[in-house]
């Protein structure tokens, strides 16, 4: 069955210092590769996707996101976190053959301590 | 661009009464439209696709009676959850994917949080 995880269920980090939030994926093909953002009560907001070419993808508020094949991963960064990035971080994966459809992750929650 | 609304943005209902939540693309024309509920701390669920025109294609074990989607336009899809009960309540999100794009970007709503009494 297809799949896509997200090892950690909360990631804590300082302020001012780099994140990462790990996405790792099961899924035929090469399919693309979405992070979305939620904030407490709000739907998700789209930050950044991987279709094809350079492995690494910049998104909005300065995430960017590293696709490595062989590894089926697609791992979230930012160089330096800030306390307003604190929230709930969906990875998404969409096979490039059948539906439309997303095969979300369970979600990372972000915490950034000031 | 990409902006979705939703409405409501919280409704509160008695039992068995039906609600309507509106899903609407504002700057953009949506091939298809999603249903998602999302419970607590939990990711979200997929209950339907609804592409403009045809009948919704409903997840295994989400009734089509009772979330009844219609996707009349490019820019609105509708969920009316029928005949509501407490179990019912929760955080239903729609997203929208554009016209004649091949990279399928969903685009997200912001949220109807329902609760029934």
């Known amino acids: 069955a297809q799949s896509v995880a997200q090892p950690e269920d909360q990631v804590n980090v300082a302020e001012g210092n780099p994140l990462t939030v790990k996405c790792t994926y099961s899924?035929?093909?090469?399919?693309?590769l979405f992070w979305y953002v939620q904030y407490p009560n709000r739907g998700l907001q789209f930050l950044l996707k991987?279709?094809?070419?350079?492995?690494l993808v910049k998104g909005s508020y300065g995430f960017e996101a590293e696709f490595n094949k062989s590894q089926t991963s697609f791992h979230l960064k930012k160089p330096s976190a800030l306390v307003s990035d604190s929230a709930l971080y969906f990875c998404?994966?969409?096979?490039?053959?059948?539906?439309?459809?997303?095969?979300f992750g369970t979600g990372t929650r972000l915490k950034v301590l000031a | 661009g990409a902006v979705v609304s939703q409405h409501p943005s919280r409704v509160i209902c008695k039992s068995g009464t039906s609600v309507k939540i509106e899903c609407r693309s504002l700057?953009?024309?949506?091939?298809?439209m999603f249903w998602y509920r999302q419970f607590p701390k939990q990711s979200l669920m997929l209950m339907a696709t609804?592409?403009?025109?045809?009948?919704?294609?409903?997840e295994q074990g989400v009734e089509k009676d009772k979330f009844l989607i219609n996707h009349a336009s490019l820019t609105l899809s509708t969920l009316t959850v029928t005949s509501a009960h407490p179990e019912d309540s929760s955080f239903y999100i729609c997203?929208?994917?554009?016209?004649?794009?091949?990279?399928?970007?969903?685009?997200f709503g912001p949220g109807t949080r329902l609760t029934v009494l």
């Open positions: 998404a994966v969409r096979p490039t053959s059948g539906t439309y459809k997303y095969i």
């Open positions: 899924v035929s093909g090469n399919p693309y």
């Open positions: 609804s592409n403009e025109g045809s009948k919704a294609t409903y």
């Open positions: 700057d953009f024309q949506a091939t298809t």
């Open positions: 991987y279709i094809t070419g350079d492995n």
């Open positions: 997203s929208a994917s554009r016209l004649a794009a091949s990279t399928d970007t969903q685009y």
